[in-house]
Every structure is written in C-alpha cells, then in structure tokens.
C-alpha cells in the first residue's frame, strides 16, 4: 500500500494538471474538475455507489431499484470516471440519488465524500486501494457488486500480491459476476465467507412499462425497425451499409442509431451523408421522418429498445467485447450481435443458435435482419433465455451489509 501510495502522490500534480486542461479547454465542466480534486459531496449517511462510466451503471440500475425498495429512505451518491456516466446517472431523474465524478484515488480527494457515506459499492473492473482502504478504515461496508475480474486484471494484482491481499481483506462481500471471477477473488486472498454466489447484475435488469411517445411509435413500426445499439466505430458503417442492402428490399426499413457516446453524433452524421442517406437527430428535436434516426441522447436507450423489433448489440464488432444482451431481451427484440462477446461470454453462449443471430459484417446484418422481418429464422426466445437465476440471496446479503448495526 505505501508503495502505491507513494507512487500516486508523485504523479498527482499531473492528474491534476490533466483535469484542468480537460475544464480549460471545454471536455468537462468546472463542477467535474471539483469533484475529481476535493471529491464530491454526499448527503449524510448516503450509500456511495461508483461505476467506471454508462455501462457499468446501468447494470447497476436494477440493484440501485431493489436497495431503494427495500429501504425508500436511502440515499445515494452515484460516482461514474466520465461524463456520460453522470449524465446517464441523471436522466434517471430521481430525488434520492446525487449523480456526480468520482474523485482521484487520492487519499485527500477521498476525504470529503468518505466522511459523509455509510457505504461503498463499487461496480467496474477496477479496484481503487485508497478508496477501498479509506472506506475500511472508517468502518464502511465495501461491497464489490457485479465483479469481473478478467485473466488480464488478475495477472496484474498477482505481481502485486501484498497490495492485492491487503484489498481482500478490506472487502466485505464481493458478488463476481461469474464463477471464474470468484476464483480469481479467491486466489488473490478473499476469503470463502466473504464470495456470494455469481450474478450478472444486468440479468437483473427489468424495463419500467410505460406507452412509448406516439410520434415515435408511429415513425417506427416494431416489425421494420432496427436498433443499432451502443456501437462504437466502425460498427455505424456496417450498419448503415446493412440498412441499405435490406431498404433495397424492403423500402419501408427504419434504421435507429444509439452510438455509445453520443459526442460521436458529427462523426456518424457524416457516414450517412455520404451514403446519402437522410438522417434526423435526436439532440435536435428532428421530426423522426427520415430513413435514419440518430438517438443522440443519454438515458433513453430503454425508448429504442421498446420501438425496435431486432436491435444489433454494439461493442461485438469493433474489439470491444460486446454489450448486454440483457437489456434488448428484456424489451422482447430480437437479438443481433458480433463474435465479440468477451464481457458477456456466459450471457451470449446461452442464447447460442435459440435466441441470437451471429454477424460478421453488412451483408450478414442485412440477411438476418431481412430474415426476422420476414417471421423466419431469427428466433424468439432470448427473453426465456436469459430469464435470470433467483438472485434474491445476493441481493438479500448485500441489503443486510448496508443497514445500520445495532
């Protein structure tokens, strides 16, 4: 621990530095360089849960529902490392959750939020000492929620074995997302009794029923729209050269993009364009008239799911590992996706050939698509797939974890 903290003390002036230039030249906002500096504050007695970015915290959406269930007077300090995490944390409009920057793993940045929490639940790959040790020191529960720990990661702390073992042993429950991760935890000194039982949060994951914008239902009929969702470059082109193969076919085709990061809005505009292809925009307040609709926008991913009758996962063509498929068999779409599912290896092998189609490019997207819309091959059954395991013993362990001891 000293040597780490040794070494992050040393190149603090160039964190900060590099927050600054971020605030200076526009990429965050003075609010986040506050945060990631002096660390954000807390109502008192708040749980304080992080997640690296969107991804994360959405997967921690469902349990975020069931602590605020069981308990409605809990309050939340909900952290992500970027913007679009925060602001995704915002969108879910509620009163009892503070959406903010997670602070540097600086013991000084850490003081302000640690004084005021009476938890930490940490959702991302990552493990932060400090902030895990700061937590302990003052008697917090910390919970790792959702855990994956990759062969890659867990390579890394094995060099770092001390530094590692000190962190297990400041832990108070993890629940791995799988049952390698749990290993992994294990091998690297977390005790038996502090492992619950594997759960992939975003199995978790169910959709608040409500009528869709009937201007949106009506440009988007949910037998010929598809969804591609969270992609990454160049997953955009591929699904705009599918969308022209299929419209060929069938002119009536509506195409919605949902990029993962919605900065990219200029980039993927551009690809339609010279495809010409005539885009509307989200961010925009275009009328959805036009063959291609840019879903710009943070924390509305639920709204395109619930359109679309077939939605391409993102992620599973450009390297990135792959996205839920959790979310889009919850809302009953049809399931497209990449061979790169990595970060959801489990989730996908079930569905094997019963509730997803694999893709490798622009042809292959268009031939499944097509192939939906006409009522064959693509199946039907990703919702009864990944139908998730009774997570109620983690949950249950993880709410006791969080209430006052008496």
Known sequence: MFVYRALLTALAPALAGAALYRAVTGREDLEALSDRLTGPPAAPGAIWLHGASNGELASARALLDRLM??????????????LTGREAARGWSDPRIRARIAPFDLRLSLVRPLRHVSALILVESELWP???????????????????????SHARWQRRLPLARAMMDRLTLVAPQ???????????????????????????????????????AAAFPKDSTLLAASTHAPEEETALDAFLLARARRSD???????????????????????????ARRSAGDPP?????????????????????????????????????????????????????????????????????????????????????????????????LHPEDAGEVLDAIDRALRPRR
């Open 69 to 82: 269930e069981a308990d409605p007077r809990r309050q939340f300090l909900v952290t992500a490392n970027t």
């Open 130 to 152: 400090n902030r895990i040790a700061g937590a302990a020191a003052r008697g917090l529960p910390v919970i790792l929620a959702g855990a994956r720990l990759s062969e890659r």
């Open 178 to 216: 799988d049952a390698l991760s749990a290993e992994r935890f294990h091998d690297l000194g977390l005790a038996h009794d502090r492992l619950l039982p594997p759960v992939q949060l975003k199995s978790l994951y169910r959709p608040h029923i409500t009528p869709p914008d009937p201007v949106l």
């Open 253 to 279: 085709l509506r195409l919605i993009i949902a990029p993962r990061h919605p900065r990219r809005a200029g980039e993927i505009l551009a690809l339609a364009g010279a495809r010409g292809l005539p885009v």
């Open 289 to 385: 008239d036009r063959p291609v609709y840019l879903a710009d926008t943070m924390g509305e991913m639920a709204t395109w799911y619930r359109l679309a009758g077939a939605a391409f996962v993102g992620g599973s063509l450009s390297g990135h590992g792959g996205h839920t498929p959790y979310e889009p068999a919850a809302h009953g779409c049809a399931i497209l996706h990449g061979p790169d599912t990595a970060n959801f290896a489990d989730a996908y092998e079930r569905l094997g050939h019963d509730g997803a189609a694999r893709v490798t490019d622009a042809e292959s997207l268009a031939r499944e698509w097509l192939a939906h819309v006409a009522g064959s091959p693509l199946p039907d059954r990703a919702r009864a797939v």
